[in-house]
Structure formats: structure tokens, C-alpha cells
């Protein structure tokens, strides 16, 4: 069965660090996303992708970057951590047409 | 991408039948409605899409208006296990489209027994 799979499932990690969050998928979708969700709000779009070599900043995309060299990853990057972007992050992805599929989330703690 | 407006929150007993309604007043000729549902810890689950009248499935029903400028989703019959946050979604919907999930704060539902 065609499934999206982040990982890791928890980080921690140290304010500076570089940090890099897989997300991938065997749906064969043109759009990935990924969000952020903190505690007890909504999920908020940092980047997404319409396609290979595609990537467009979202509403809360400073701090982060994102590349996509193939079909099925998106990998999120944080360039230099810090304690602001402890969250849990989502990755998505969609064919444009109905329903968006979900990974199960990584949880990073940045210390 | 049109707006959407939810309730932030509602309380219903096991049984009974909720209705969330979603405001989108600047919905867009080719936009879709899209409602998501999301447990803690877990990632938002599809839950049913529409464009116009009444969609149906096994989960929920979506009641959309003439005008477009607003949808209704109903859970029949909830349960405790029906406690998460919902989410609307308005946006076009073609294969191959660049369609932005754009999440807003969304509905939270607690069932209680």
C-alpha cells in the first residue's frame, strides 16, 4: 500500500545545530508540504512543492528550507535551530485533486 | 485562497448529532470544501469533500448551500472516540493542480459521555 513516512519520530537537539527532518512518500504525489503545529493550535504551511526541483515558501518559512530532487521526497532543513522551532512538524501530500495523506508527525525539541 | 471562519470549539454528548459550520464568503468558482479531522498526536485524516448540495459517506455528510458561501459538516450519532479537531478547507481541486492546504485554527469537538 502507497503510504508517507516521516522520520525521525522524535528529535532533540541543540540551539545552532543543523537539522534535517525526512519526509517520504510512495503515492507518486506532485504536492508535499510540511507544517508545524504547537501545542493546542493549527497546522501553519512553511513549505511546499508542486514537483521536482519545485519548492515555494509558506507562511512561517524563515529558518527552514526544503529541496526536491525526486518525486517522492521532501526533506525539511533546519539551518540553524533554535528553541522557537520546538513543534510538531507534518509532512503531506496531495495529487491537486482530493484528499491530502498525512505522515504521523515528528516531535523536535530543540534544547 | 478564500478565508475560512469555525466555531473554535463545541461540547456534544455521545449520540447526539453535531453540525460544524464553516464560513467562506470569497469561495471561488473552481474551489472545493474539504473537511479534515485530527486526533492528538496523530496528523489530519481526510474526512469528506464537496462542491455543491449534499455529499454522503460513511463517516459524515456535507451540507452546502446554494451560494456556496458556507458548509455545514454533520456527525451523526458521535461518540467519545469522535473527540478531535476538525478542520475546513477551500481551495481548487483538478489532478495536477496546485492546490495550497492553507489550515486554519479549526473546530476542536469534545464528545462527552
Known amino acids: 500500500d502507497a503510504e508517507i513516512t516521516q522520520s525521525p519520530r522524535h528529535k532533540i537537539t541543540e540551539t545552532g545545530r543543523q537539522v534535517t527532518l525526512a519526509c517520504h512518500q510512495t503515492?507518486?504525489?506532485?504536492?508535499m508540504f510540511w507544517y508545524r503545529q504547537d501545542l493546542g493550535h493549527g497546522l501553519r504551511l512553511i513549505h511546499y512543492?508542486?514537483?521536482?526541483?519545485?519548492?515555494n515558501k509558506g507562511e512561517v518559512s524563515d529558518g527552514y528550507s526544503v529541496s526536491r530532487s525526486n518525486t517522492e521526497d521532501l526533506p525539511l532543513t533546519l539551518e540553524s535551530a533554535a528553541s522557537s522551532q520546538t513543534s510538531v512538524y507534518f509532512c503531506?501530500?496531495?495529487?491537486?485533486?482530493?484528499?491530502?495523506?498525512f505522515g504521523q508527525g515528528t516531535r523536535l525539541t530543540v534544547v | 485562497l478564500a478565508k475560512t471562519t469555525q466555531p473554535i470549539s463545541m461540547d456534544s454528548y455521545e449520540g447526539q448529532e453535531v453540525n460544524i459550520t464553516c464560513s467562506h464568503n470569497?469561495?471561488?468558482?473552481?474551489?472545493?470544501i474539504t473537511w479534515y479531522q485530527q486526533f492528538p498526536s496523530q496528523g489530519p485524516r481526510f474526512i469528506i469533500q464537496?462542491?455543491?448540495t449534499k455529499v454522503t459517506n460513511e463517516v459524515a455528510s456535507l451540507f452546502i448551500p446554494a451560494d456556496r458561501k458556507s458548509s455545514t459538516l454533520s456527525l451523526p450519532r458521535v461518540s467519545l472516540s469522535d473527540t478531535a479537531v476538525y478542520y475546513c478547507?477551500?481551495?481548487?481541486?483538478?489532478?495536477?493542480?496546485?492546490?495550497?492546504?492553507?489550515f486554519g485554527a479549526g473546530t476542536r469537538l469534545a464528545v462527552h459521555p
Open positions: 503531506a501530500s496531495s495529487n491537486g485533486q482530493s484528499e491530502a495523506f
Open positions: 503515492w507518486n504525489h506532485n504536492n
Open positions: 512543492s508542486y514537483g521536482v526541483q519545485d519548492t
Open positions: 470569497n469561495i471561488a468558482t473552481n474551489d472545493y
Open positions: 464537496g462542491y455543491k
Open positions: 478547507l477551500v481551495g481548487p481541486m483538478f489532478s495536477g493542480g496546485y492546490n495550497k492546504l492553507i
